[in-house]
């Protein structure tokens, strides 16, 4: 099993018509991780906090729709945490906030994750928004302490960091418990520091997301690849990155992979950056099936 932890949220996305309309879909980084993870056939587990509201049960019939197991997920009757996304002309998303009092800042530390987990994905909102990022924080150290796979999306949203030097330290604080680091090039630009730097604190490796460039690692050992993006016609990029996680875990830690076998880096990047194009050429974050990248 592939537990994602962190929050679950509404994406208010720009439409064409009619004009200043926004359509809500279902979002937040760790969300669309467990989706995708769900929709590409391995065993996932979501582990957040979800609203009681319309909008949380529509979150929660999105997963169970993917087959995610909800065991792990905390109810309350705080609203839900809604994203208002605006897009740049290559399709690009940034985002304002509503996430006062909402229902996924109020994480608490489970008592412990189902026996069959092999990986835990964390990131994003749920990493920067107390009290639950304490919280997401103490299960990222306990896991890794006790074997499983780490990976973290630190999926930069600077409107929800108040103090972006405390950020960057705490940031650097969680790598010794990381197997690996996937981040973009605008996460890296904002972080300021250097991959070399970043693996010899902790991670495996590095994966770095480079829009329409593509996708390249470099690992603890020194080897580094590099596979180019698929041209394809782009809707949006709201959830791409995610699904870049998805696919990682998938190869990583997913039903194909052998325990302690050696990672075909250049194998799994080219199946994160065909999952990842599938996801652009749609309308908000809509990660592909396992039988659309078998095609």
Not at 166 to 195: C, T
Not at 213 to 235: I, M
């Amino acid at each position: 099993m592939i537990v994602v932890g962190g929050e679950a949220l509404i994406d208010l996305v720009p439409v064409a018509q009619p004009p200043g309309a926004l359509l809500p879909r279902p979002g937040g980084g760790p969300y669309n991780t467990a989706l995708a993870l769900g929709r590409l056939g391995a065993e996932t587990a979501f582990c957040s906090r979800v609203s009681t509201d319309g909008f949380g049960e529509q979150l929660l019939a999105g997963l169970r729709g993917a087959g995610v197991d909800l065991s792990l997920v905390q109810r309350g009757p705080e609203p839900t945490t809604l994203a208002v996304a605006s897009l740049g002309p290559d399709g690009s998303a940034a985002y304002g906030f509503y996430v006062e009092g909402t229902a996924d800042r109020l994480f608490t530390l489970p008592d412990a994750l189902p026996p069959e987990a092999r990986a835990l994905a964390l990131g994003t909102c749920s990493l920067a928004l107390e009290p639950g990022a304490s919280a997401y924080e103490a299960l990222l150290r306990r896991e890794s302490a006790r074997g499983l796979l780490t990976l973290l999306d630190p999926n930069i949203r600077p409107a929800l960091i108040a103090d972006p030097a405390a950020y960057r330290a705490r940031f650097l604080g969680w790598l010794p418990s990381v197997s690996v680091l996937k981040l973009s090039e605008e996460d890296a630009d904002w972080l300021g520091g250097r991959v070399e730097d970043w693996l010899a604190a902790g991670p495996s490796a590095v994966v770095l997301t480079r829009g329409a460039a593509g996708l390249t690692v470099r690992t603890r050992e020194g080897a580094e690849h590099a596979v180019p993006a698929p041209a394809v016609a782009v809707a949006d990029t709201i959830g791409a990155g995610d699904t870049v996680n998805a696919a990682l875990l998938h190869r990583l830690a997913g039903p194909d992979r052998a325990p302690g076998g050696e990672v075909d880096w250049p194998g799994v990047l080219a199946f994160a950056a065909r999952a990842a194009a599938l996801t652009c050429t749609r309308t908000g974050a809509e990660p592909p099936y396992a039988a659309e990248l078998s095609r």
